[in-house]
């Protein structure tokens, strides 16, 4: 708006200027005193080509070929505005009178240049008499200027292409196809501004009305109300503006498709999961700083299916910009961000994954690295496709592509879990934890942990982890940490221990415990426990193995044995469980078993097998074997003997 103010200015000094000359000079003549007045007023360089035209009446006017204004003097950029052609006209019997009323401004093809240099500086600063300078105002004291007696029938800006460079930024923005209507006609009254421009691909629309225009060029505040539309969604504000710039009101966005209103914007597309915005409502009361910080209060934000509510403030400057939000949410699904499987093309499945493998598609988290953040999140439940979760308080903190997520309060599956979880993607993306359950029902956390049925208790449970990779599948394999578990009476569905204690068979059933204590150490993927403890009512049981959280399988051996008692003798029968977690086989090792349960047996049974065989050679071979004496030691003894024997009688 300020650029637009000046170009207003400019071709009143033009008008001004013109008038005083057109009944004495030729018209060319008129348009090189006023380009040199123009040029002295303002401190910039005007060139007009082509052939120039002066009008009387009705209207007072004259209109140019190419126009061209030029640059400030620190800039290297060419001009700032240029023009095939410029046309403006006032009322002669207002300006007669001391008033000035454009009734048409009208500028073809213009190229505008807008520019601010690292120290702040900008370009449309022209120091125009009579017009405040960008930002001399304060708030409490608005900057003052002698007032002009101006009003605008219309403006007309048609194919203009605005460019605008900021150096401290380091970034360069273009806007083609710029089409601009203002009107004005009263200078204390409203201005109505009409425009398009096309970014990208599509046009986008801005509608406006200002109430009081003349306030703006004052350097004081008025009532705006704009509207901005586009492919994929609308904006709209109602409030109060400054042109330091400052604003607050209200904005609302209503956005069918965000990602494509971000692209008519000539921004990035968005590639949104389902639950954070593919389409989205958003309305909250807005205050904008000259600073450039952003503040949403009293915010009302519906993503897809989710609803927030809270507030936002969006802070500039810095390696990368900041965000700060407080936002409550009632039942939030987030179940879209659940890892997908490796299926069958077309399809998408979530969860474990046990029937296919982890899922080795790459994991974009450069989105970390667009800005610092620290959002606190509170919602009645969180659905994460894998995992459910109740109420739920917790703090994200992003710092350098670096995001730290504090869970104040996670109830789920009985109890509660505490602790945190890291996402760090400085160096390659890696992901880590350390985590403490408390009360948590086994049974269905293992489900959709790992699609285990098999077990149901209720435990506590500490974790630490760390995995690397790009993907859930590097991830997976690649994880190292620790976890120990403890529970009290539950039921292990499968086998019956009772009759596997006494028939063998393992064939269904269950088997309840009273506890059962486990730790594992974690390393490339594989937990691997020795020290499983289980108590029962009449048997005791161990447990040792490996569970393969990358592979998807595990080998793990249970081994229950009987308590010793007054009529019964501890009995011990190992069990392997083995296989992918889809489908493990259950089977007892007997081999194991014998180990186990008869080895004095085997030891008597063999020491009785050796003093028979020892006993025969002895009565076939003539050979004795010392008492304590080896029997193979001796039968090589009475061979070598044998053979010096025969070998002294070659020589007899």
Same mark, same amino acid.
């Given at each position: ?211 009081? /225009? #003349? ?6 505040? =008025? @009532?705006?109300? +704009?509207?901005?539309?586009?492919? *994929?969604? $609308? !904006? %709209? ?94 039942? /939030? #699904? ?6 997908? =499987? @490796?299926?069958? +093309?077309?399809?998408?499945?979530? *969860?474990? $994954? !046990? %029937? ?297």
């Amino acid at each position: 708006m300020r650029w637009i103010i000046r170009l207003m200015v400019l071709a009143l000094v033009f008008v001004v200027i013109a008038v005083g000359s057109i009944l004495l000079l030729p018209s060319e003549r008129i348009a090189r005193i006023a380009a040199d007045q123009i040029a002295q007023a303002t401190g910039r360089k005007v060139e007009m080509t082509g052939e120039t035209k002066v009008s009387f009446y009705p209207v007072l006017g004259i209109s140019t070929g190419r126009t061209t204004v030029a640059n400030a003097d620190w800039s290297d950029k060419g001009p700032m505005f240029q023009a095939d052609s410029f046309k403006v006209g006032v009322d002669p019997q207002a300006l007669f009178g001391g008033a000035i009323r454009i009734t048409g401004l009208e500028a073809v093809n213009p190229h505008i240049l807008l520019q601010k240099d690292k120290s702040g500086r900008v370009n449309w600063e022209l120091n125009v008499e009579g017009v405040t300078t960008t930002g001399a105002g304060t708030e409490s004291a608005p900057a003052q200027s002698s007032q002009l007696a101006l009003t605008l029938d219309r403006a007309l800006i048609t194919g203009a292409q605005l460019t605008y460079i900021d150096d401290q930024a380091g970034s360069t923005t273009q806007i083609k196809d710029v089409n601009f209507d203002m009107r004005w006609p009263s200078y204390t009254g409203e201005a109505t501004i009409d425009a398009s421009f096309r970014p990208a691909q599509e046009v986008v629309s801005i509608t406006g009305r200002i109430a009081r /225009l #003349d306030h703006l060029i004052d350097g004081a505040v =008025s @009532d705006l109300t +704009a509207k901005v539309s586009t492919k *994929g969604g $609308a !904006v %709209d504000f109602t409030g109060k503006v400054s042109s330091l710039p400052q604003a607050a009101g209200r904005i609302s966005a209503d956005l069918s498709d965000s990602s494509r209103f971000m692209t008519s914007l000539g921004q990035a597309a968005l590639d949104l999961p389902e639950g954070l915005g593919r389409a989205a409502s958003v309305a909250g009361d807005l205050t904008y700083s000259e600073a450039g910080r952003l503040s949403l209060r009293n915010l009302s934000a519906k993503l897809d299916h989710n609803s927030l509510t809270g507030g936002v403030d969006f802070i500039p400057g810095g390696a990368r910009p900041r965000i700060e939000a407080q936002l409550d949410a009632g039942a /939030l #699904d987030l179940s879209a961000l659940a890892p997908e =499987s @490796d299926g069958e +093309a077309g399809t998408k499945e979530t *969860g474990t $994954a !046990v %029937d296919t493998g982890w899922s080795k598609a790459p994991i974009d988290a450069s989105a970390l690295g667009l800005a610092d953040a620290q959002i606190a999140l509170s919602a009645k439940s969180i659905d994460l496709g894998t995992f459910n979760f109740g109420q739920t308080r917790m703090i994200a903190a992003v710092d350098n592509s670096r995001a730290v997520f504090t869970l104040k309060e996670l109830s789920g599956y009985g109890g509660n879990v505490s602790g945190e979880f890291v996402a760090n993607n400085r160096s390659g993306l890696s992901v880590g934890g350390s985590m403490t359950a408390r009360g948590m029902d086994m049974e269905r956390l293992l489900t959709d942990a790992a699609g285990i049925t098999r077990f149901a208790t209720t435990g506590d449970m500490t974790l630490n982890f760390l995995g690397v990779g790009q993907s859930v599948h590097a991830i997976m394999n690649s994880l190292s940490g620790s976890l120990s578990l403890g529970t009290g009476r539950g039921v292990i569905s499968g086998f019956d221990l009772d009759k596997l204690m006494r028939s063998g068979d393992v064939t269904g059933g269950t088997t309840v415990f009273d506890e059962m204590s486990a730790s594992f150490a974690i390393k490339d993927g594989n937990m691997q426990g020795d020290d499983l403890k289980m108590s029962m009512p009449l048997a005791r049981a161990t447990g040792t193995g490996r569970i393969g959280l990358g592979a998807q399988d595990l080998n793990y051996t249970f081994t229950p044995s009987l308590l010793e008692g007054d009529s019964r003798k501890g009995l011990a029968i190992p069990v392997r469980i083995k296989g992918p977690w889809a489908n493990p086989k259950i089977y007892p090792d007997l081999e194991a078993a014998i180990d186990l349960n008869f080895k004095e047996e085997k030891k008597k049974l063999k020491e009785e097998a050796r003093q028979e065989v020892q006993k025969a050679i002895e009565k076939e071979l003539g050979v004795t074997v010392p008492e304590g004496g080896d029997l193979k030691d001796t039968l090589k003894k009475e061979a070598e003997d044998t053979i010096k024997k025969e070998l002294f009688k070659l020589f007899d």
